[in-house]
């Protein structure tokens, strides 16, 4: 019984958090088939075609494609675009140059989720507000200042935490979905024969006869499936189990029923065109549904933004991005966390956005080449797995994948033909994020490899120690090295500054490892070397928060002296200068300088005291 209850409040979760991106896709989705930049006629033809396109899609992309296969694909239980390549390069570790390929389009995939994070709340908050306009035409000039006050709160909040309004979001979203079902179904029973759209024939038919107005609408139909990511992204925080049972319980039927009540709509007054989702309610309901298709959208972006928070923390843990100053929002789930940088640049973009294109079926464009392309890189990475990690029959798995290709594909390419009217947004933001992160990844290797090349070795150091023996006072020193074979420099400036060497030495070398989560004794490595000199490794998922102290204290039991208030933490902290006719060119170097000089400190990553903290400054040379 209490295993029943337990899933049942996982399956509430993930209806709340997982659902709500492709949730809201009703809002917009028919619109914008029908109404786009490459519009289609209002047949009743027409609409069984649109609408067996969109089921047969949930059906293919969703449910067979994520739902059954993709979601197999765990890391430790963990999902995600990065956790999939992940998976793939443990089968590429021998295989430089597949390796390189699959880590660029990994990061690629991640970065184009930034572009995600921007659209989705400016498309998905924008399309709710716009219900006033059917209910008051009047107030239709209010929709962007409204739109922007809803973000802006949304965007305050965050540095809360969404553990206080968590516990709301399943409701809201299964009253949310509620309606949808309700309100579709009615609308069915005043046009039955939309019901013959679940014959893929229409779709065929469509395609087969009117060949070049289908490709176009790929591009709208596609907007139908955005969030489809979100049920493999998020499967680490409820479990396969009960995101599958409400998608095919729940989330699936009040999708199919909804998209085809407003089928049977356009089908009985083409006029219903101009908002199919509004439309479908009798006037006492509006304003109920206005105020939940905003609290609905309110949700999707929260876990857009929530996603995009994690996204960062993970590429700072990989070292695919500088230290970016994180606040923890629970002190019981380490999970909830806040970045103001992180946060505030997106509502800058979102605004920019909603001023600019001021509607939702304008942003539809921009909207679906973000998603269309994850998909596809979900699809290169995932055969990969399948291939080389699940050993699949070769055949089987390469017609499984080629056929999850040709889908994903064919709304890459729908999608592509709107680049210029601002598929080109996430598109530039994602090559910008791609840019950042490996920059910042190839020259911080190129740093830290000739860091080690100017190490001093450290256990011949310990040996000569004992020639010229400093004072040594009581106390603990901990200096934090990334390569564990070498002497700190912080160690050798305050050897030769103060003379001094405190009786226990601590190094300590933090690692990321290809996992989620590291747990129990593997996280902690201790090595006892000779003169009071220990070292400490530290090993991480890239899921994990980085807590040095914490880690001391598991120390303690494996015999390092660490008492908090006798402990001292010395800490280098380094101004590079750029060199001339080096590896990499000379405008990288700059922003490699740039992102190192504006990185969060690490007292702050690793959640060190700063009252516990002595810095040692020195330049290098790139």
């Known amino acids: 019984m209490a295993k029943r209850e337990s899933l049942r409040a996982l399956m509430l979760g993930a209806i709340g958090v997982v659902y709500g991106d492709i949730g809201t896709s009703p809002l917009y989705t028919m619109r914008e088939v029908f109404t786009g930049s490459h519009k289609i006629d209002i047949t009743p033809e027409n609409v069984l075609a649109i609408l067996s396109l969109i089921f047969w899609s949930l059906i293919f992309v969703v449910s067979v494609k994520y739902v059954a296969v993709i979601m197999r694909a765990d890391n430790n239980g963990e999902g995600g675009i990065i956790a999939l390549m992940e998976l793939g390069l443990r089968t590429t570790q021998n295989k430089p140059s597949k390796t390189r390929w699959m880590i660029a389009l990994g990061i690629f995939g991640a970065a184009l989720f930034f572009g995600d994070g921007v659209i989705t709340p400016a498309i998905s908050v924008l399309s709710a507000v716009e219900g006033v306009k059917i209910m008051a035409p009047a107030l239709g000039e209010h929709v962007i200042p409204i739109t922007l006050s809803v973000l802006f709160g949304l965007f305050w909040a965050q540095k809360k935490g969404t553990g206080c309004i968590g516990a709301m979001f399943g409701p809201i979203m299964c009253a949310w979905f509620v309606a949808l079902t309700v309100f579709g179904t009615v609308n069915i029973f005043k046009e039955p024969s939309v019901l013959s759209a679940f014959n893929p024939m229409h779709a065929v038919h469509f395609a087969v006869n009117h060949s070049k107005a289908a490709f176009y609408s790929l591009g709208g139909v596609v907007l139908a499936l955005t969030g489809a990511e979100a049920l493999y992204a998020d499967m680490g925080h409820f479990g396969r189990a009960p995101i599958q049972r409400a998608w095919f319980w729940l989330v699936l039927p009040a999708l199919t029923l909804n998209y085809f009540g407003q089928g049977a709509l356009l089908i009985h007054s083409a006029d219903a065109i101009a908002n199919p989702f509004y439309l479908l309610f009798p006037s006492w309901a509006l304003l ?135 598929g080109w947004i996430p598109l530039l933001m994602g090559v910008l994020v791609y840019m950042l992160m490996m920059t910042w990844k190839t020259s911080r290797t190129l740093h830290l490899k000739r860091n080690a090349e100017d190490d001093m070795e450290l256990e011949p150091f310990i040996r000569n120690m004992q020639k010229s023996m400093p004072f040594r006072p009581d106390g603990t020193a901990i200096y934090l090295k990334a390569n564990p074979s070498g002497v700190p420099h912080a160690l050798l400036h305050n050897l030769y500054h103060n003379k001094v060497l405190h009786k226990n030495v601590v190094i300590v070398t933090v690692k990321t490892l290809d996992v989620p989560h590291v747990l129990g004794k593997k996280q902690i490595e201790v090595h006892h070397l000779d003169y009071g000199f220990h070292r ?87």
């Open 288 to 422: 109920p549904m206005i105020v939940l298709a905003t609290a609905a959208t309110i949700i999707a972006s929260q876990a857009v933004i929530s996603g995009t928070f994690s996204v960062a923390k993970q590429a700072m843990q990989l070292g695919y991005s500088p230290r970016i100053n994180m606040i923890y929002t629970s002190e019981h789930e380490m999970g909830q966390i806040y970045v103001p940088f992180v946060n505030w640049m997106l509502f800058a973009l979102i605004t920019v956005l909603v001023m600019n294109f001021k509607s939702s079926m304008a942003l539809g464009a921009a909207y679906g080449i973000a998603v269309t392309g994850t998909m596809v890189i979900t699809t290169i990475l995932a055969f990969v797995v399948v291939k080389n990690l699940w050993k699949w029959n070769c055949l089987i798995g390469f017609l499984t994948i080629a056929f999850f290709m040709a889908i994903d594909f064919s709304y890459f390419s729908a999608n592509a033909v709107k680049i210029e009217e601002g």
């Open 536 to 622: 400490v490794i530290v090993n991480y998922g890239f899921k994990d928060d980085p807590n040095i102290p914490h880690a001391l204290e598991l120390a303690k039991k494996q015999g390092i002296n660490y008492e908090p208030m006798r402990t001292s933490y010395f800490l280098g902290r380094e101004t590079l200068i750029p060199k001339v006719n080096a590896a990499l060119s000379y405008w990288r170097e700059w922003l490699y300088i740039w992102m190192f000089k504006n990185a969060s400190s690490a007292p702050d990553y690793f959640r060190i005291p700063p009252n516990r903290v002595i810095e040692l400054g020195q330049q290098r040379v790139l």
